[in-house]
């Protein structure tokens, strides 16, 4: 029977990290909705474009462009199951998402919150490290459960041997602040 997981927390709280090793696990899909909007981007979809727009100011992609590229990823996923990692991010998404599920007949199982403060949230955001070849490789030039090896003189992916690199919002402070506000504001308090 296919399980549909919602990981929610702050960015940067290992939710992707979480959603690899539930993937790995119990074999259900993990969705990243950062994985997503880049999908879009790369195929150059009309959504993907409008969601660009946002993504470059560090801005909340609004709900009318996120919730169809979301749904239309779990209805492809509907048969194995899913983890759903990076949305909702605030409480109106979370309603959004919800009503959105039923109007699809697809039902949410368990919803795994994990908290952070938002200053180690900050920490771990500006440490991680994105592999080139699958998404779902966390690494992290921190923590040694996840860290990079070095090959040739540069970080690689622990885990293909891929090439890393570091979202530009990643390393932008005020980027990183904007995306806790809405968490922490909308969310926690």
């Known amino acids: 029977m296919a399980v549909n997981i919602l990981a929610f927390g702050p960015n940067g709280s290992g939710k992707g990290t979480q ?17 997503i909007f880049r999908e879009h981007i790369k195929g150059g ?10 993504i470059d100011k560090g801005d909340l992609v609004p709900d009318e462009i ?7 990823t779990l209805a492809k ?5 899913w983890l759903l990692d990076g949305f909702p991010r605030s ?15 697809m039902s949410l199982d368990y919803v795994l919150e994990i908290q952070l403060d938002r200053q180690i949230a900050a920490e771990r955001i500006m440490g991680r490290r994105l592999c080139a070849n699958d ?11 996840i860290k990079p090896v070095e090959k040739d003189g540069k970080l690689v992916c622990r ?11 990643d390393q932008d402070t005020d980027a990183i602040n904007k ?8 969310v926690t308090g």
């Open 91 to 105: 409480k109106a998404q979370a309603e959004a998402l919800d009503k959105s599920l039923k109007e699809a007949n």
């Open 159 to 169: 885990v293909c041997g891929g090439e890393l690199s570091a979202r530009p919002d």
């Open 19 to 35: 959603g690899a090793i539930v993937k790995e696990k119990y074999g259900v899909n993990h969705i990243e909705s950062g994985a």
């Open 77 to 81: 996923s509907k048969e194995q199951g």
């Open 179 to 186: 995306r806790h506000d809405i968490y922490y504001d909308d």
């Open 45 to 54: 979809t009309e959504l993907g474009m409008k969601a660009k727009e946002y």
């Open 66 to 72: 996120t919730i169809p590229m979301v749904l239309e």
């Open 135 to 145: 998404n779902n490789h966390p690494n992290h030039i921190a923590f040694e459960a």
